[in-house]
């Protein structure tokens, strides 16, 4: 079983980098997110600079002192980690996309199906692939925040604790886009569904003030973004964790029931 469930990941890999999508979301996740916190830390280093020179006494602080809400973690670390969980909304659903639509437009879902691999197999397949591809995004950004981690003395279990969270949430995405890959064969729905459907669990900030309080704290503790905001500052909690599984578990029981389906036609 460990044999097929390997091979078959790899196949997934290659056809992945057989396009030039993989390539490009790397290319671009990392250029991104590479940009975003160099400006980050850029800033914080002008705030240093401000609260340094003279022109900040008098108004509260004493001359060379900086505020301890001014630092490192606060000011680069957790404003970077909101922008690298958009990044990853933006271009996780490209990849996704096509992992099964695909496959039923080729008709060579069929072929899978019928080759005596089992749809738990194949859904376990794919979606593990897809998650070794967010690992890969995500190594390949953690160059510039290990080298301000090692140099700014911020210790590397908040980094360990960032990308981890990186790394539920994105499994969380990508698991999503998976679902709705597997329901259709054109990729323009799964990508299209693929966007809407995180970016509607993305916060519901916004319907705070419209609903109850008892229904505000019920659609918090469905927010992607109340789940997250706890990892870039280094504190990771299991209820977290088991909420990004959760919806990783359910994205692949709904991959699972797709090809159930239609293997039952």
Excluded at 112 to 118: A, C, D, I, M, V
Excluded at 240 to 253: D, E, N, Q
Aim: charged letters at 10%.
């Amino acid at each position: 079983m460990i044999r097929r469930l390997w091979a078959l990941a790899k196949k997934e890999l290659r056809q992945l980098f057989a396009s030039p999508i993989a390539y490009v979301v790397l290319t671009v996740y990392v250029a991104l997110t590479g940009i975003y916190f160099f400006q980050h830390l850029v800033s914080y280093n002008q705030l240093l600079f401000v609260y340094q020179s003279e022109g900040m006494t008098g108004v509260g602080f004493d001359q060379g002192t900086v505020p301890s809400q001014i630092n490192v973690l606060n000011e680069v670390f957790v404003p970077s980690a909101d922008d690298f969980g958009l990044f990853l909304l933006v271009v996780l659903p490209l990849v996704t996309m096509r992992v099964f639509a695909e496959e039923r437009a080729n008709g060579t879902d069929e072929l899978l199906l019928t080759s005596g691999l089992r749809p738990w197999e194949v859904a376990l397949a794919k979606h593990g692939a897809t998650y070794g591809f967010v690992l890969l995004l995500l190594a390949g950004s953690a160059i510039y925040p290990a080298v301000v981690v090692l140099r700014a003395g911020l210790g590397f279990e908040h980094l360990l604790a960032l990308y981890a969270g990186q790394l539920c949430y994105g499994c969380a995405v990508a698991s999503i886009g998976l679902a709705c890959s597997s329901f259709t064969s054109s990729q323009i729905v799964a990508a299209a569904l693929g966007y809407a459907i995180p970016f509607v669990l993305l916060d519901f900030a916004w319907l705070s003030n419209t609903v109850s309080e008892r229904v505000a704290a019920a659609l918090r503790g469905l927010a992607l973004l109340s789940h997250y905001e706890s990892f870039p500052r280094g504190v990771i909690e299991l209820r977290h964790v088991i909420y990004f599984a959760s919806i990783a578990g359910l994205g692949w029981l709904a991959s699972l029931a797709s090809l159930e389906l239609q293997r039952a036609r």
